[in-house]
């Protein structure tokens, strides 16, 4: 990416746009099963010119590393996160409440969200919604994303399956530059 390069070198790293992102996918060991998401072309193409704001919510939310995996069920009352085998399990209020501090903290000049795809938490459109049997209902945001959303309505939220090759990460990376000299 080196036209990009050219143009950002000037940048200091605080003048660099700030932009969060699931943790996992910096390649932090945080995920339920204790491993990792890593990215390579968001680390080796993108890093270098972000200021990254790295953040797992569900260890926000102090359920630990490893941790029971849960996803979304859609109930009655709404949209509950429950234990995938610990049926019982319910840690719904505990994202939530998380979630709403962790976008109450977030900096004010943050232009963008990379956010892990599928996640009961960090899903941006992908992830998966159940009934009480199992079934597939639908698909859509994880409860840190539609917190994130709700506190600020006009960030850009992108899931990293849609930085798939260096174009598409030129194109984001321009786009955040843009949104960060507004
Ligand atoms: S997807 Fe989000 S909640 Fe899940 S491990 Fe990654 S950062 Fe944490």
């Not at 491993?35 to 260890?59: A, F, R, T």
Request: charged content about 25%; some cysteine; aromatic content about 4%.
């Amino acid at each position: 990416m080196s036209d990009l390069s050219a143009i950002h070198l000037t940048k200091q790293r605080n003048q660099q746009p700030k932009v969060g992102i699931s943790a996992c996918l910096v390649g932090n060991k945080v995920r339920y099963d204790g491993g990792d998401k890593y990215h390579q072309l968001i680390n080796k193409e993108l890093s270098p010119w972000l200021d990254l704001q790295v953040i797992c919510p569900e260890v926000e939310a102090g359920l630990g590393i490893p941790r029971p995996p849960i996803h979304l069920v859609e109930d009655q009352g709404g949209t509950r996160a429950l234990g995938i085998e610990h049926k019982d399990l319910d840690v719904t209020d505990r994202l939530e409440t998380a979630a709403q501090q962790l976008t109450k903290s977030q900096p004010q000049d943050l232009c963008a969200y990379i956010v892990k795809s599928r996640s009961p938490s960090c899903g941006a459109g992908s992830t998966p919604s159940y009934d009480l049997t199992n079934k597939q209902v639908g698909t859509g945001d994880g409860l840190f994303v539609r917190a994130l959303k709700t506190a600020h309505p006009n960030i850009v939220v992108i899931e990293e399956s849609s930085l798939s090759d260096t174009q598409r990460c030129k194109e984001f990376l321009e786009q955040c530059y843009l949104l960060s000299e507004l």
